[in-house]
């Protein structure tokens, strides 16, 4: 992989981290168009690294919200920003089990598996669609009053996003479209979203920092495949894009606008299974 290639990817995994539209999906279609072609660890080594650059901007852009949240966690305050923090670490319990049970698993799907991508990508258009025909459809119209997220919302919501984990499903799509579905308000929901993949996001860049400090046998070839300027490059280019995209999306989902996104995947994910 050299920087241009590293640019393309970075670009591409900031703007989609947060649209509805499968960030791994995108990058393992691109990585095809382009005809990268690295080892699948260090493949999901430069994948992390853009998912921390994304991390990143979601801090940023959310700083003034994100601010409170810690200080209150932190200083032990009973108060509704430690209960929220509260319902972020709940949220991320079945990602958490999924990760540890099935790591190997899914690292293998992360392989240039079209197939995959494609099937979840229609999976993908189908919880949009559904979550914006469920809440304006005539039926539903006229009693959903849109609610802060509970403690039981939070753990279905973190099942959504354990179930995202294959590549091809949005995680940003599921979680707000779940969250949509069961009646939580928009904009707590895209913000819920945002906040709920920072740990498992972080947790495995740890565990990644982990196996480059202590590899085992055959590693240190996959490590050297990719080189510090490509993985540079990718991270600030994911960074500067994911500001943008976290931005937009957040306005998007205000507006209810996120059908168009369905459109959109059921398209991709038809041409990924024809090709």
Known sequence: MDWLQALWLGILQGLSEYLPISSSGHLEILKQLLGVDVDPDASLQFS????????????????????????????????????????????????????????????????????????????????????????????????????????????????????????????????????????????????????????????????DVKDMLFPEAGEQAAQASIGIVPLIVGFLAAFIFGCLACKWMINLVKKGKLVWFAVYCLAVGIICLIF
Not at 67 to 74: D, N, T, V, W
Not at 113 to 136: E, K, P
Not at 152 to 158: C, E, F, N, P, R
């Open 48 to 207: 992390v690294m853009l998912h921390v650059a994304t991390v990143l901007s979601t801090i940023v852009v959310l700083w003034r919200e994100f601010a409170p949240l810690c200080k209150s966690f932190f200083t032990f305050k009973n108060d509704d920003n430690t209960r929220y923090v509260l319902k972020i670490l709940l949220s991320c319990i079945p990602v958490a089990i999924v990760g540890f049970a099935f790591k190997k698993d899914i690292e293998r799907l992360f392989d240039g598996n079209l197939t995959v991508v494609g099937i979840c990508l229609c999976v993908t258009a189908a919880l949009l669609a559904f979550s914006y025909f469920f809440r304006t459809s005539p039926l539903t119209a006229r009693t959903y009053k849109p609610r802060d997220i509970t403690w039981l919302d939070a753990l279905v919501i973190g099942i959504a996003q354990a179930v995202a984990v294959l590549p091809g499903l949005s995680r940003s799509g599921a979680t707000i479209a779940t969250g949509v579905a069961i009646g939580d308000k928009r904009e707590k929901v895209a913000q819920f979203s945002f906040f709920m993949v920072i740990i498992p996001i972080l947790g495995e860049a740890l565990l």
